[in-house]
């Protein structure tokens, strides 16, 4: 990669397809809009119920073109076993300082799964890491702007949402490019939805977000920070 590469936006999540699940939407929207997008999963997703590594390998390669994603790869921390332990902060912060996003996209902090919780402190922690000066890690330091969660399967109001009313078809297609996962069989049939209801739980998701913003389809997404107005004409979202 040129030394020169910047990303505008880093998606991290633990697992292939967890991205496409929880903000594959808006980044298409920014791809479309000429903003460059990555994609970081720490696990190859060894330890899922359906499907190989080489699997989930193509599909994920698939389901990025889909989404105009510019850069895709997945790390070698165990599936199951996402620790916030030092080396692997290593691991990620390296990924940023080579990216240099301006937006970092993590896994809301609390979650069902344990590697999707890890995984948002452990994203978190890295973008700290990446900036310490005394740190070698074979590029400059370097700290995302800002950083944000995809919080669609925690039971918290957004602190905004994005339009994807536009690519919400296009988001799903890159959904089921996960054929391993989504496909009905008999292997993991007790845990997964069965093909025919994934569109309609995935629309009523993506409905209920739009429905807070007037919008017919969104995602949700929280930050920490206390957002910034300049001009109150220029707020979206109608009151009344």
């Given at each position: 990669m040129p030394e020169a590469t910047h990303f505008d936006i880093l998606a991290i999540a633990a697992h292939r397809d967890d991205v496409e699940q929880t903000c594959g939407?808006?980044?298409?929207?920014m791809a479309e809009r000429g903003r460059r997008t990555a994609i970081l999963d720490l696990t190859q997703g060894e330890m899922g119920t359906r499907g190989t590594v080489e699997?989930?390998?193509r599909e994920a390669e698939e389901a990025a073109r889909t989404l105009k994603v510019s850069w895709r790869r997945a790390l070698d921390i165990p599936d199951g076993r996402v620790e916030n332990t030092f080396e692997n902060r290593v691991k990620v912060a390296r990924e940023i300082r080579e990216l240099r996003?301006?937006?970092l996209i993590l896994p809301y902090w609390q979650a069902r799964h344990p590697d999707h919780a890890t995984a948002s402190l452990l994203g978190y922690e890295a973008a700290f890491v990446a900036g310490l000066a005394k740190l070698d890690l074979g590029a400059p330091p370097y700290r995302p702007y800002k950083i944000i969660y995809a919080s669609l399967y925690a039971d918290v109001r957004p602190t905004f949402v994005v339009d994807i009313s536009g690519q919400f078809d296009t988001?799903?297609?890159a959904l089921m490019a996960y054929r391993s996962q989504y496909q009905d069989q008999s292997v993991g049939s007790g845990l997964f939805p069965r093909e025919a209801e994934i569109r309609e739980r995935v629309a009523a998701m993506a409905g209920f977000y739009g429905l807070l913003a007037g919008v017919r389809y969104a995602?949700?997404?929280m930050q920490k920070e206390v957002g910034l107005v300049d001009d109150l004409l220029a707020i979206p979202v109608q009151s009344v």
């Open positions: 939407g808006t980044l298409l929207k699997e989930r390998a996003p301006r937006v988001r799903f297609a995602e949700p997404f």
